[in-house]
């Protein structure tokens, strides 16, 4: 019984080598993604007591999934075995102007095929203090928008706290349904939330704090149990050069990141995910708002020098980057 | 417009590196397969003007298994985009005791959607003289059988010769039907036919001509258009090691290969396959059956000897096999 | 809290690529071993609750040694952090007349430097059935032969039943006493134990139920508490190619496995350690003695075609394997 | 009988793999190259039917390269067998201030021993439409320059537009004459060529329109059949960031495409090739000379992040960036 | 007998390959480094007649360190067998943010159990006019700082000039003495020496001559045989991104070569040891101060754009860089 | 000025890897070959000073050979420099009834190209005692004869033992003589030559002493100065399976090793080179005639498990094998 509760569809992902394209590959790297595990896996490695919850077939695939959130020390206990395919993506990491490409192959996933009542919550829930989940699970099907409600009901009902990131993804919504007329209902179960970034190019502009109270006011707003408004401030110069800052807003007052300067991008898939688990990690351990912020900008910034979509470092390579390490030297 | 045209789904496969277990595994060599995919890329070894006709979704993997077959020189002006799946495997080299695995993600595939009235049959079998299938693709489903169903029936009215492969899967016969009620109205469609092998243990026991004969003209009753019945021989010592041989029935007598001694097998996947591609090959080239048998059973032979599904080699060296050159001589 | 406990050092083992010799190589493949860590994995994939105990300095690569323990599920609670170095091997694999070789680098390592009293046993046992110990430990150092001890103690205290591998290495001895000095003393706790096989050319010749019960009625009147011998019968033809049996002794009779012709070896370390984990978990899983020796043989002789110390292999495969499926057909 | 044809030597690339020296390197990734055949690889990924003529040899690495070309659905019908020797070079890829390095291992290639009257031009040309060539071609032997002007000649006769790139080796002309005495009577077959580009480095300089204008004016007069005079303007700040450009001259005014900053550079060899295949393109393919440049110097900005010589990219990917999605964004 | 003589510790450098964390590593490339054979692997390479003298184990492991320096021609007559391990180092090469990564493994190595009077100081050094040292030697061990000593003396007395890198490693020091207590006598017989940088941050700001002056004037003054002190400034923008340049003060005036821009590096490690080989070759090849700085400054700049330790170039490849050839462009 | 002095071709090999065809290879390993260079290397290893005399240009992939050569502490003062090309094949490894496969790439290598005079022979065999050439050399071109010749006359003159291999290749005859014409007179200056096996299928007859004694007898009347004829007996199983016996006639009787059964070849290349090396050198430090016999012949079995022309192995490990260390034991 964990103390963090992850749920959403884990999914392999099969990289091209280096900086070759998909079209010219000869063979495929082995990784595990999916933003909820990829919360999952930070958390754990962060020292987090977290459980994810998903839906895997049984086959040698899937069990090389779990060996690996496994070896990252993520409780899999809660994983249900069922379906016929395990999610995947193939994956070309880009170069300046040639942006990275994800081909997704997931539509009729074991996840995607979830039934209601087939995840005893009650029991998921035992002991947890918080519950995170993405709007990719509701998008895959009708049934996965309603055991994510299911989920959302249980952990409520328990008093966890909830974190959900929006995340939408306009090519998965085929259900019949638009994004907008049901996620409302899932996401006023938030006290934590992702926002929508001040439509302003932050390579070419500083943006306010005004604007960021704006916008995460307008969340607040729309849903009233909603205490923190998230964002991340991505600045495209190119594909191999980004800049990258947090903010959050609480209500009262906007809390800022300072703003890093990524210039030779290793990989940047995965720096949502990483940001919203480092600072589900630092809203737990850390006594500020403001350190909460800088936790979770300073990791997300690592996300970016690590190969895969999940973020392999350690609470102390955080915190001797937020401590202003910052010039790269070597450690011996 | 090619001579010999092959129908049927091609799939990508994803193969554990050298001796590595799936479950081990960090990286996946890319190889394509199918068995109609891997009977056209032979024969366009063999110099053969052949056609591979299936349907393929319009992404990157899907290019790289039609950059696959141009590469071989298969004439791919007949494959049909839409879909959402390539179809593939997951696969894992056996040694002795422990059996090659092959873990099926073909569900859902775009050549299981196809829909009747895509293809123009009557285009694809311009100037041609050989028609191939398999019974994967009937099994795959109603849709996929009745478009196999308009192929063979194009293919006949124009007089092309017709070589099925029955090539039963259990696991793929999913669409409500049993293969053995659907499939003898095609298996009638055709003029050479794979046979099933006398229930006797190769390994242990020589089997008479008298059994060949008889399984032979059991197919011809039952399917009285049969001209040829083909039969591979092979005898599993272990998944290193077997034997193998080719035998070929005509309503009159048998003709029989002499019998390989497979002893350090490198990837026995597709030996059949080679072996109906090289009998289509012979047939159409070489004056007598004996030849034929001799030629097909020398070419699949090769084959163990080759990684992936696909038959790399060259008539000539078919040729010095058959013709007695059986001691691996280096050749500078 | 496990129901097996394993105890002693794990070790990293960097391999020579394929065929290449060390003094070839441009680089080296990462794997773990250590015959205790070799059966908590194997136990811990035949689905038993097992914990691994010994002593890890606090760096990157015994991180990645945790890691691969936990994803195959091995309880690591129990590992202690200490010391400075993580034991490590080198490691070429032979072909025929050139034998495998390993160069160990494991002086000094975190595991020889342990310390008594540093590990809680009675924490380590509690809810323990069974413990496995191998004469390697007690080789490292006086302090591990001391803490060795100390685990024994505990173990007998709590009931537990105890299974050891005398696993004599000469090179090992280093402290400044004779193995035989010492170990009886830890021999004498065990209630299941390796015997010393009749010395006898396997190749050659077929040994006799009696020589087994010879040798293990030895091991029996030197250590009254033993209630099990066990024996692998392993006939060397090259180092490509050997035979392999399993033999248990009860003190009545004797119990023997099929012998298994390895003819096209892929990787013979970790073998005996395989044979070892599979019978503990065929004592406490099946009937009979006949069943556990079968058991046991099977699931080692599976050891000898998966690449690594480690038996990457399921129960399921074990039990085919020894239901007689032993031709190495393709599982599709 | 394609509409686009294409003439000269290609060559096999072994490149070290990665940032790897040549001197360091234990492999070599294969590679195709040579400037006609990237040219003819790149018009066929546009879509366009072109053929390929060459000489190589009869041996498996030439059918690796034609393998290569047909893949890409290159015509090779016009492949003559013939010679020794596939030509070929090895590749270093630099960074910042160690430039990349090619070895060429050329002489005596199946192409420089190509003779006259060995090829059939007329057939060649049949419905062609366009002729590329370039210098490198006859700098490699007398009998090689005498193929070149049958080709020109024919091709003339045929009303077929050429295309010629100088693309001037001083270490290729060694067959007795300088380039200057013999290129002329060949160039002047050309419709459309490459200029020599003003003496400014334009990294410090921004290069005006008067000077491209005269450096064209210079061609067409020393040239009266060219109606069209192609330059590219390389910036290089270092091996590892250029600025890239391309500037088309038409005897009344000059057109330019945008600069772009290629900061991270991937492999920059075959970015001149890359930029006259997609001049040709789109010189047949769009209205105006503007579109022309633009969609040539985003297609051969793309070059610069592909590995190998061959430009891996499709018409929607340049007409993603011709349109100024310029900030390398994720394509999901 | 060699003109130049190195001696110190040589490791093994186990890396993981590109971007990747040692904590995702699967495999690890093999290379070796070592201060003082860095040193004499760059001189090799120059053409000097260089030995390395160090000590070894006698196992497979260390014979590949042996063949590395061979194959560069570095003279091994001096290296003796003994001990039992062979040091080892993993690597993790950084970006960005992300700082490169050193674990060592080095204790209880050969080297640092070496015995006084093991080594025949006299024979070394006969014919020989240089020898070089470093800081690391000494704190090793008491011993290897005997031994340290016992060279110095020897090297002294021939008249061999004598360079002597500080390189304090605080983590190295183990043995019982701070290295201030004991590294001075040592450093007195230099006759070159490495300097304290003064403490300013080069990126943002420019270092005087008067302060190298300074800090150069502060050495002589402590070790009155010292004739050159000897520095590198290294500006760390990131780990990706360094500036570089050398200085030298004779006692009378500052020599300094240009600022290197080093925009994207490939691998820092072993910039300093690949600048004091090259200031050694230049201060024995070339007349001038200024020339000695600046083709040590141009050698270690390629250094960084080399994978591994050792800096795999030429006296002409430097000559170019020093000659201004900057830009990087292909050499053909 | 070494002892033994050995002269050839130097040519650099690269293999597709593992199991794969060239036809199927994305990349080549990188060894190296050539007859007199694998004789040279072999007795380096074993302890020989060695001298390696050929030509070899001026470039980068030169300098790998050199390297590699100077790894195995041969001696590479006599290489000359020179010419355009390093001579190259192309490797496919067989197996089973694909044999092994060598392109060859070798003409107008600068070994073919060197010129009479060049080489100052009486300088390379100051000190020697033994040269070894092979009928590789003279049929390279007019003026490698003619180079060979000198080296001959010049060794004779020095009183240094000679050893030829015949070595026929058909193919590289090409200029202008027949090998039976020219060759007799190199021949006539060896001590020592290779014999031609007696036409007898060795895998299924015994050879007696007696054919072996004609077969040498009539080497020596054609060849007076001729005192041993060495043979090598191969027979070919399959390409993965042969069978190997070394045989010696030195004009009174007949000597021969045991036979070895190499049931899983790893690469059989060299295995020729490997038996010359090794009789060499034990012709220089055995004292009969059988141990030399019984020493080539289990060095040349050990370079069958070996990846690469080179046999990477040392007197210790060919002793052990000689001494009936058969069974492939791991070494720990």
């Given at each position: 019984m964990s103390k963090v509760v992850s749920f959403g569809e884990m999914l392999m992902c099969l990289a091209s080598p280096g900086s070759v394209r998909l079209r010219q590959s000869k063979s495929l790297d082995i990784d595990f993604g999916g933003a909820e595990a990829n919360v999952a896996v930070s958390l754990a490695q962060f020292g987090e007591d977290v459980s994810f919850v998903t839906r895997l077939p049984k086959n040698d695939m899937a069990e090389l999934a779990i060996m690996s959130l496994k070896s990252f020390g993520v409780n899999t206990h809660n994983v249900h075995w069922g379906g016929n395919r395990l999610g995947l993506y193939?994956?070309?990491?880009?170069?300046?102007?040639?942006?990275?490409?994800?081909?997704?192959?997931r539509d009729h996933s074991s996840m995607s095929?979830?039934?209601?009542?087939?995840?005893?919550?009650?029991?998921?829930f035992e002991d947890a203090e918080w519950f995170h989940?993405?709007?990719?699970?509701p998008a895959l099907s009708a049934s996965a928008f309603n055991v994510t409600k299911e989920a959302l009901k249980a952990a409520k009902a328990k008093?966890?706290?909830?974190?959900?990131?929006?995340?939408?993804?306009?090519?998965l919504w085929n259900w019949g349904v638009e994004a907008e007329e049901v996620m409302p209902e899932l996401m006023?179960?938030?006290?934590?939330?992702?926002?929508?970034?001040?439509?302003?190019?932050?390579?070419?502009?500083?943006?306010?704090?005004?604007?960021y109270a704006e916008a995460g006011q307008q969340?607040?707003?729309?849903?009233?149990?909603?205490?923190?408004?998230?964002?991340?401030?991505?600045?495209?110069?190119?594909a191999s050069h980004n800049t990258w800052a947090g903010?959050?807003?609480?209500?009262?007052?906007?809390?800022?990141?300072?703003?890093?300067?990524?210039t030779h991008i290793v990989d940047r898939v995965?720096?949502?995910?990483?940001?919203?688990?480092?600072?589900?990690?630092?809203?737990?351990?850390?006594?500020?708002?403001?350190?909460?912020?800088?936790?979770?900008?300073?990791?997300?910034?690592?996300?970016?020098?690590?190969v895969g979509d999940q973020n392999i470092c350690s609470v102390e390579e955080v915190e001797a980057l937020m401590g202003g390490d910052r010039n790269g030297l070597i450690s011996r």
């Open positions: 193939y994956f070309e990491n880009g170069a300046v102007y040639r942006g990275s490409k994800v081909i997704y192959d095929t979830i039934e209601t009542n087939s995840i005893n919550w009650d029991e998921v989940w993405t709007g990719i699970t008093g966890v706290t909830i974190s959900g990131d929006y995340n939408y993804r306009k090519n006023n179960y938030c006290d934590i939330m992702s926002g929508i970034h001040p439509n302003v190019d932050v390579v070419k502009e500083k943006v306010s704090d005004e604007l969340m607040m707003d729309k849903y009233p149990n909603c205490k923190l408004v998230v964002f991340t401030a991505r600045g495209s110069v190119s903010i959050l807003y609480d209500g009262e007052r906007v809390y800022r990141s300072c703003t890093y300067n990524l995965g720096g949502g995910d990483s940001f919203m688990a480092a600072l589900i990690y630092a809203l737990r351990n850390y006594e500020t708002k403001q350190e909460a912020v800088d936790f979770a900008a300073a990791a997300s910034t690592l996300k970016h020098f690590v």
